[in-house]
Structure formats: structure tokens, C-alpha cells
């Protein structure tokens, strides 16, 4: 059963103009939610994070929005860049038992 | 600061074959620890995760296990590795505190053969 799901195993944006990359959740013990970055053959990197007390936080060229009746959260990145290019990783943190659950996925391709 | 290591980098191993992946945390104390795996259309799949000495959630049954026998120190092993074993293993920490995010190490590639 998967608990986080990214529906879009890839997507393919141009060069400056804005990514959104789509996460959807079932359980409603998670209250904490993260998007991370990842590289091939390397850890994932930390990119933003959310409290399901919030609807929006941003850091400079990103931004999350979480709707919680939805059970949805959306990654925005604007510009694109060159180098966002790679596999951006949604995951949820369960208040319960700090269980962190990561969905499978989205490879974002910035094209010149 | 922290730090966290996790070795090896890469690791080939025949099936059958024991396995030993460690990984160890600095400049923190009692974190939250987890092991996962990303394997071919798998996404990042946890595997176990730790909130103190000698406590361990197993979140997938399989013939994998876990120890944390000192407070930043994580160990995974199997006995006889499958074929379904390989994959790119992360381990990761965080804080033991609500709202914290996680920390990865850098990974170890085990392709069992």
C-alpha cells in the first residue's frame, strides 16, 4: 500500500520556466512533509519542507503548497535551472511513530 | 556539526553470501536512524528505522535485519543475500524531535551476483 505517491515518473520542463512536481498522501498521521533532491549514485539532499499546520513555505526558488483536505502537496521551481535536473523525492513524517515515507519519485528534465 | 558515514561505496557479493553495512553518526546524540533502499522502480523504500539503543521497526519483511548496538551506530545484515537484495542502500538520521528532516549518507551500491 503506498502511503506517498508522485503520479509523474518524469517530467519535462523549459529552461526558466516554472516545474511543478505533484504528491499525493492516504495516511493522516503524517503532519510533516519534505521534498528532497537526488543525484545518481548519491544520498538525496534537502530541499523544503512543510508543517501540516501551514499551506505554503518558501525558500528562495521553491516553494511548497500543502492542501490537507486534498491530502496534496505541489513543488514549485521557478526559474528552472540546468542543474535542478535530477530525481526530486516527496516524503511524509508520521507524528506517531517518526516513520518517514517516501514516494517513488519524480525525474525532472530541464531542457535548454 | 554532523556528519554521517556509510561504507562501503560499492559492494558485489554472490548470492548466499553474508552482508555487513555500517554507518555511524557524529556531533549528534540519540537520532532518530533509518535504513532504505532504492531499487528499479521502487522509489526510496524504508527498510528499518531506529529511535534509540536496541529499538528497531522493521517495515518489510524479508530476509534483511538491523541493529543499533551503540547509540549513533547502525548496522545492517543478512545472512544469505538473494538476488533481490541488490540495490542502492541509504542510511539516515534525524533529530529526535517532531518537524526534523532527515540526513542521508552517501550510499553503498550492493549488486549480488
Known amino acids: 500500500d503506498q502511503q506517498v505517491k508522485q503520479n509523474s515518473p518524469s517530467l519535462s520542463v523549459q529552461e526558466g520556466r516554472i516545474s511543478i512536481l505533484n504528491c499525493d498522501y492516504t495516511n493522516s498521521m503524517f503532519d510533516y512533509f519534505l521534498w528532497y533532491k537526488k543525484y545518481p549514485a548519491e544520498g538525496p539532499t534537502f530541499l523544503i519542507s512543510i508543517s501540516s499546520i501551514k499551506d505554503k513555505n518558501e525558500d528562495g526558488r521553491f516553494t511548497v503548497f500543502l492542501n490537507k483536505s486534498a491530502k496534496h502537496l505541489s513543488l514549485h521551481i521557478v526559474p528552472s535551472q540546468p542543474g535542478d535536473s535530477a530525481v526530486y523525492f516527496c516524503a511524509a513524517r508520521s507524528f506517531r511513530d517518526d516513520k518517514i515515507i517516501f514516494g517513488k519519485g519524480t525525474r525532472l528534465h530541464i531542457l535548454p | 556539526s554532523q556528519t554521517i558515514h556509510q561504507w562501503p561505496a560499492t559492494l558485489v557479493q554472490p548470492v548466499g553470501s553474508p552482508l555487513s553495512l555500517e554507518c555511524t553518526v557524529e556531533?549528534?546524540?540519540?537520532?532518530?536512524l533509518y535504513w532504505y533502499r532504492q531499487a528499479a522502480g521502487r522509489g526510496l523504500q524504508l527498510l528499518f528505522y531506529s529511535v534509540g539503543i536496541g529499538q528497531i521497526s522493521s517495515e518489510v519483511p524479508q530476509n534483511l535485519s538491523a541493529s543499533r548496538p551503540q547509540d549513533r551506530q547502525f548496522i545492517l545484515s543478512s545472512k544469505k543475500l538473494l538476488l533481490s537484495d541488490s540495490g542502492f542502500y541509504l542510511c539516515?538520521?534525524?533529530?529526535?524531535?517532531?518537524?526534523?528532516?532527515?540526513?542521508f549518507g552517501s550510499g553503498t551500491q550492493l549488486s549480488v551476483l
Open positions: 539516515a538520521w534525524s533529530r529526535n524531535r517532531a518537524n526534523e528532516k532527515l540526513f
Open positions: 556531533g549528534t546524540s540519540n537520532p532518530n
